[in-house]
Structure formats: structure tokens, C-alpha cells
């Protein structure tokens, strides 16, 4: 992640996006951001208070159950926004913004500027349009189809502090699945490399030689 605060840069891209009125008194406070792909603009780690526009590249935001099931939420291209919700409330932490390719997003601190953003009508409507259209995309979400071995390593990954399960019977219970089964999984990841026994109950991934695949 690369932040920059040169002010043409800034406002040639305001110039690029459609929300340049509802900005517009709000350029000094802006500045650049661009992630490299695959990069994460927003997770449970890096939850931060911005509020951002995508204007160069896409993006894509995902949903993580406890039972490491997966849920697209969009695909986001140029003029989307992200951190509207963070303007009222803290953002789910479960949801994750990744880069789809090299990103390029307009941004500005939600807590540094959150009394100005209150108080402009324009940038209010921009929120609930926003807002307005994602819930639309939201109540036609399907969870993506992936098999229980499948979604113990989303488990891990997102659920599981340092990627470390430790519990058998408890990650069964939120994986909807028997004890047995997923010891069975376990014990076929740790063959295979992809994660390693520490102790009873407790396995970690490598993380090395698991690359998402979302």
C-alpha cells in the first residue's frame, strides 16, 4: 500500500469519478492510496476509518461465516465506495475488500472528518444511495458452493486466530459437521503438509503452502 498526497493527483482523479460535486469540499483531506493485487484494502486486521472510491482497477468484497462458508457481496469497479458503514458504526469483521488487480482509490479519514461528513447533505445522499444499492445486491447473495474440506481451510484462515484451530469438537459444531469428520480432514492436511499438528486438538496451517482461492 502506497499512500501519496500530491494535490493535482488528487483532483485529476476527483475530475474522474462521479461524486466530484459531493467532494468537492472535502478535497483538502483527501489523498491517494493504491494497493498491489491481492492486496487487502479492508479486513478484520486492518479495519481502519476510512472512507474510500475506487477509481483505477476492481475490487472485490467477500463475507467469511463462522461455518467457513463464503459469501460474494460485489465486484466493485471504478466510483465504488467502500467504508461508508465505518461513518456510523463499526464495520463487520467479517467482511474483506481484496484487490482484484493493481487499485487505485480516492480516501479520507472518516474520524477526522466526520463531523463535515454529517453535515453535508451531498455526501449523506451519496452514502444512501450507496447503501441503498447494496442491499439490493445483498438479498440475492448465495452462499459460493465449496465442499466441507474446502471450507475447514477458509476456517482456519479467517475464523481461527494466527490460523490456528484449537478445539476439535467446538470447530465441528460451527462447520456443521461431526467430530470425526473433520479430524479426518486434519489428518489429510497434515499428510499433505498443509497444516501441522502443535498438540490435542490444535493444528495450525502453513501458510505457505496454502494460497487462497477465492
Known sequence: MKKCYDKTRIEAYLKKTSYAAAMQDLLESLFVIQYEKEEFVTSPLNNGDLFQIVVEGAIRIYYIRDDGSSYSLA??????????????QRESGSVYAQACDDLTCLALSIRENRERLLNSCLFLQLVCASLTQKMEAITRLDAAPATLKERVLT???YKCGNGTLKGVEQAAFRLNCSARQLQRILHQYEAEGMVR???KGAYQLNQQRWEPSE
Open 197 to 199: 499438528k502443535l498438540g
Open 155 to 157: 476456517y482456519m484462515k
Open 75 to 88: 465486484n466493485g469497479q471504478k466510483d465504488y465506495l467502500l467504508g461508508e458503514m465505518s461513518l456510523f
